[in-house]
């Protein structure tokens, strides 16, 4: 059990700690990459990130029969953590919390939850390629 929560769930908590670190830094500037919409490029990054960490975690960390639903779980506390995330900002001077900012993390947690299976097909194959 031990090993399970260290591989699986530790890496998504550690990442839900950077996310929330972030979020309490007072006038976070983004560096300017071009493009209008770079602050939405960033939540949809780290929060694709954090979907893989917690789609994995409970993908692993749950028994074959629970997978399924524990996935939704996955997904729902991701996107709360989001809303939770963005509601923090409120009281972060110099930060406000976003709708679009919400909208772009929900982008980014169901690109998360697609490639943990891409990662898990190609994790898969290579497995069976060492066996």
Do not use: C
């Amino acid at each position: 059990m031990k090993k399970r929560f260290f591989l699986y769930y530790l890496p998504a908590i550690l990442y839900a700690g950077v996310i929330f670190a972030l979020s309490s830094m007072k006038n976070l500037h983004i560096p300017d990459i071009g493009i209008s919409w770079s602050d939405k490029i960033a939540h949809f990054m780290e929060y694709s990130i954090f979907s893989f960490f917690m789609v994995r975690a409970f993908y692993y960390g749950s028994s074959p029969e629970n997978r399924k639903r524990n996935l939704w779980i996955a997904i729902l506390l991701s996107l709360l953590y989001a809303a939770s995330d963005e509601f923090h900002q409120i009281y972060v001077p110099g930060r406000t919390a976003s709708v679009s900012d919400w909208m772009a993390d929900s982008v980014g947690i169901t690109l998360g939850y697609f490639l943990f299976f891409y990662w898990k097909k190609i994790e898969d194959r290579f497995r069976h390629f060492l066996a």
